[in-house]
C-alpha cells in the first residue's frame, strides 16, 4: 500500500540547480528514516542525503556536501533535495527511500520509489 513518488528531475547545465520531491501515500505515520539515493549503471548505488527520526543532521555523502541539501515536510511523510551546483558527476537516477531503524540503529529502506532521471551536462 506504501507508495512512494519521486518528481523533479530533469536535465540542466554544469553549475545550475534542481529540487526533487518525493511523496509518502498509503501511510498514516511518519517514517523514521528517509533518504535520497542515486544510480548509475556500471557504478553501485549510492546513498546521497537522509535522514532518521532522533538523529541530529541529516547525512551526506561527501561527494555532495555543500551543494545538495536534504529537508522533509508532510510530517515526515515527504522529502526533498535541492541540489545546487550540479556536476556532471551527479548525473544519475535518483530514488526515493523510507524504513525504519533495525536493531542496531541501522536504516532499513523497505519502501522505494520509481527513481526520477538527472542529467547534467557539461
Known amino acids: 500500500q506504501v507508495q512512494l513518488v519521486e518528481s523533479g528531475g530533469g536535465s540542466v547545465q554544469a553549475g545550475g540547480s534542481l529540487r526533487l520531491s518525493c511523496a509518502v501515500s498509503?501511510?498514516?505515520?511518519?517514517?523514521?528514516?528517509m533518504a535520497w539515493f542515486r544510480q548509475t549503471p556500471g557504478k553501485e548505488r549510492e546513498a546521497v542525503a537522509g535522514?532518521?527520526?532522533?538523529?541530529?543532521?541529516?547525512y551526506y555523502a561527501e561527494s555532495v556536501k555543500g551543494r545538495f541539501t536534504f529537508s522533509q515536510g508532510g510530517a515526515g511523510l515527504a522529502a526533498y533535495l535541492q541540489m545546487n551546483n550540479l556536476k556532471p558527476e551527479d548525473t544519475a537516477m535518483y530514488y526515493c527511500?523510507?524504513?525504519?531503524?533495525?536493531?542496531?540503529?541501522?536504516?532499513?529502506?523497505?519502501?522505494w520509489g520509481q527513481g526520477t532521471r538527472v542529467t547534467v551536462s557539461s
Open positions: 527511500a523510507a524504513g525504519g531503524l533495525n536493531s542496531d540503529y541501522i536504516p532499513e529502506y523497505k519502501y
Open positions: 498509503g501511510y498514516s505515520y511518519a517514517m523514521a528514516c
Open positions: 535522514h532518521c527520526s532522533g538523529g541530529g543532521s541529516p
